[in-house]
Structures are given as structure tokens and as C-alpha cells.
């Protein structure tokens, strides 16, 4: 099976902007979620989605909000950029989110704000 | 406020030895524990995990010890080898069991030494 795919690897935006950041999960995989990871915090939880609705939610703005697609696909956007928001941002999905169900992350997305 | 720490940024070990990995949490309501390792450019992987009900799992090379009294979980690689010199994360799910919100630590950077 192909593995969990990120899109793109690289991103370069400037304040103000907005920015949406793609995820394809394994196949037969409903469950995906999203992580930020920086040096200073480690990584984050953002939100979870099954079955295109959100399940959990983390600590983070509204300025960050994500969806489901009926194929199990996800994206990420986040509006009116901030320096701080330069990140590596991960995805992950899982068979169902359960004990037995451990999460599989993708490469990331290197976000860059300037 | 860090729920799970990892408080050594950096561990060095020779190859055929023991590393050991800790990791200190303060949320008594954490039930279920993973550990995940990170190589640069990637995402991580889930290496090994365990519930609250038991204090150790093991899986091959790697084996993780949980002290729940002490708030307490290590992981041991025993014996050490240099392909898993990585960045080793520790997590906890409060979630019943549900393990797509995780909560991390800023990690360890382990290398191995030839």
C-alpha cells in the first residue's frame, strides 16, 4: 500500500496570506489527522476527521481549519498568516482511531511564513 | 504547561549496547502510551506501544516499561544499532483508547555510534 502523501513538501507564503495544505491517507484508512510540529513546542495536535466530520480538536485558533472528503482526503488551511505558523505540518491516518489502529504519518509540509 | 516531557534532548550510545529512553507525564488520566521514532525529512513511525493496564510490552529489540505510580515510561533498545540513531517521541492518549488525539513530548535525538 502507498503510504500517507502530503502536498506539497514545501511552501513559502507571506503574512496575511492563507495557505492549503493537502493530505491523501492509506487507502481504506477514514481516520485523519493533523500535527504541527516546531522546535520550540514539539508536536501538536490540530484536529481529527472520520467520515468527513471532525471529531477532536486541539489548543489552536480558529485562523486554522481543516475538512474531509467523502474519498477520506483532507485538507488543511490556515487564513491570514502569522510568522509563528511557520511550522512542519503533519498528517496521519489510522484504520478506525483506536488502540489497534496506531497512527501513520506522511512526510509533512514545510511551511515557511515570511 | 507540557503534559508529557521528555527531558533529555540528546542521548549518545555505543552499538550492541543498551539505550534507554524516558519519559515523565503529569495527566493522570493518560491511559494509553506510543513511542514513535523520526528520521530528518520524514514523518515518524509508530515503533511500539502500551495501555495503562500493563507495565511492560515488548516487541523484538524494542521494550517499553510504564510505571504508572511514578507517572514513568521508558523505552530500551537493546542491543543498540546506528540505523536507529533517530529522534524518538514520546505520547500519551487520553482518549479511552482512541488513539488520533496524542498528546507529545519534544522528543529525544538518539545516535548510535558504530
Known amino acids: 500500500k502507498a503510504g500517507v502523501t502530503q502536498t506539497p513538501r514545501y511552501l513559502i507564503k507571506t503574512r496575511g496570506q492563507q495557505v492549503t495544505l493537502s493530505c491523501s491517507p492509506i487507502?481504506?484508512?477514514?481516520?485523519v489527522s493533523w500535527y504541527q510540529q516546531t522546535p520550540g513546542q514539539g508536536l501538536q495536535f490540530l484536529f481529527e476527521?472520520?467520515?468527513?466530520?471532525?471529531?477532536n480538536k486541539g489548543n489552536f485558533p480558529g485562523r486554522f481549519s481543516g475538512r474531509q472528503f467523502s474519498n477520506s482526503r483532507s485538507e488543511m488551511n490556515v487564513s491570514t498568516l502569522e510568522l509563528g505558523d511557520s511550522a512542519l505540518y503533519l498528517c496521519?491516518?489510522?484504520?478506525?482511531?483506536?488502540?489497534?489502529?496506531?497512527?501513520?504519518f506522511g512526510n509533512g509540509t514545510r511551511l515557511t511564513v515570511t | 504547561d507540557q503534559q508529557v516531557k521528555q527531558n533529555s534532548p540528546s542521548l549518545s550510545v555505543q552499538e550492541g549496547r543498551i539505550s534507554i529512553l524516558n519519559c515523565d507525564y503529569t495527566n493522570s488520566m493518560f491511559d494509553y502510551f506510543l513511542w514513535y521514532k523520526k528520521y530528518p525529512a520524514e514523518g515518524p513511525t509508530f515503533l511500539i506501544s502500551i495501555s495503562s493496564i500493563k507495565d511492560k510490552n515488548e516487541d523484538g529489540r524494542f521494550t517499553v516499561f510504564l510505571n504508572k505510580s511514578a507517572k514513568h515510561l521508558s523505552l530500551h533498545i537493546v542491543p543498540s544499532q546506528p540505523g536507529d540513531s533517530a529522534v524518538y517521541f514520546c505520547?500519551?492518549?487520553?482518549?479511552?483508547?482512541?488513539?488520533?488525539?496524542?498528546?507529545f513530548g519534544k522528543g529525544t535525538l538518539l545516535t548510535v555510534n558504530p
Open positions: 505520547a500519551a492518549s487520553d482518549s479511552g483508547g482512541s488513539n488520533y488525539k496524542l498528546t
Open positions: 476527521y472520520f467520515s468527513e466530520t471532525q471529531r
Open positions: 487507502s481504506g484508512h477514514r481516520s
Open positions: 496521519a491516518s489510522a484504520e478506525q482511531g483506536g488502540i489497534n489502529s496506531p497512527l501513520h
